[in-house]
């Protein structure tokens, strides 16, 4: 079993739509969970960031963690073509420190105009 | 400025050959990292640096030697390249005093070896 797992899409919305996408985990005893963006051809740029079980929102982004099924999801409400893109999960596992960030295949997310 | 910044952005080279790639952050970070990216998009750690002390080895072949001269700087070198080593690499930077960990990703350097 992957450590971090998304479908990889491609996940197509119909712009102003809302987008949601998965990720779920393995290591039970994960503290931080993180939402990646990534264009094409570019670096990733974190979104969003969630420790604590529920939702975080941040404009149009809403992170959601249950960490007793082991999964997290980000909500994109009023979809852009500009949100069109890769979203990468990220999870750190227990056991270590700061460093072992784990990320999941990314999830293709395409917004139709 | 940028904050995380590596050269080069291309890197075209043979079967064989040693290159290397810098990798410097003006951030105050004290981790530095370096993943790998193939092209199916799998971002996958390669190295972590704290301090200038190597702290993650991810099954690395030991063709890829990184060295870190000070908090700031994370290179990596690779010898006898081989067309399997050809992905996007990205270094990235942290800091350890929070207990979040919010990594800021350098542009990326794409290695193709023919």
């Known amino acids: 079993q992957k450590e971090v797992e998304q479908n990889s899409g491609p996940l197509s919305v119909p712009e102003g739509a809302i987008a949601s996408l998965n990720c779920t985990y393995s290591?039970?005893?994960?503290?931080?969970f993180f939402w990646y963006r990534q264009y094409s051809g570019k670096s990733p740029e974190l979104i969003m960031s969630?420790?604590?079980?529920g939702d975080k929102e941040d404009g149009r982004f809403t992170a959601q963690l249950n960490k007793a099924s082991q999964y997290v999801s980000l909500l994109i409400r009023d979809s852009q073509p500009s949100d069109s893109a890769t979203y990468l999960c990220?999870?750190?596992?227990?056991?270590?420190?700061?460093?072992?960030?784990?990320f999941g295949t990314g999830t293709r997310l395409t917004i139709i105009p | 400025d940028t904050a995380v910044s590596q050269t080069p952005k291309y890197l075209v080279t043979q079967m064989g050959n040693d290159k290397s790639i810098k990798c410097e952050q003006n951030?105050?970070?004290?981790?530095m990292y370096w993943y790998k990216q193939d092209s199916k998009k799998f971002l996958k750690i390669m190295f972590s640096?704290?301090?200038?002390?190597?702290?993650i080895n991810e099954t690395v072949p030991n063709r890829f030697s990184p060295k870190s001269p000070d908090k700031a700087h994370l290179n990596l070198h690779i010898n006898s390249l081989e067309l399997g080593d050809s992905a996007v690499y990205f270094c990235?930077?942290?800091?350890?005093?929070?207990?979040?960990?919010?990594?800021?990703f350098g542009a990326g350097t794409r290695l193709s070896v023919l």
């Open positions: 990220a999870v750190l596992p227990p056991g270590f420190g700061n460093e072992k960030l784990t």
């Open positions: 951030l105050g970070h004290d981790t």
């Open positions: 290591d039970r005893g994960s503290q931080s």
């Open positions: 640096y704290n301090n200038k002390e190597l702290i």
């Open positions: 969630i420790y604590s079980n």
């Open positions: 990235a930077s942290s800091t350890s005093r929070l207990a979040e960990n919010i990594q800021y």
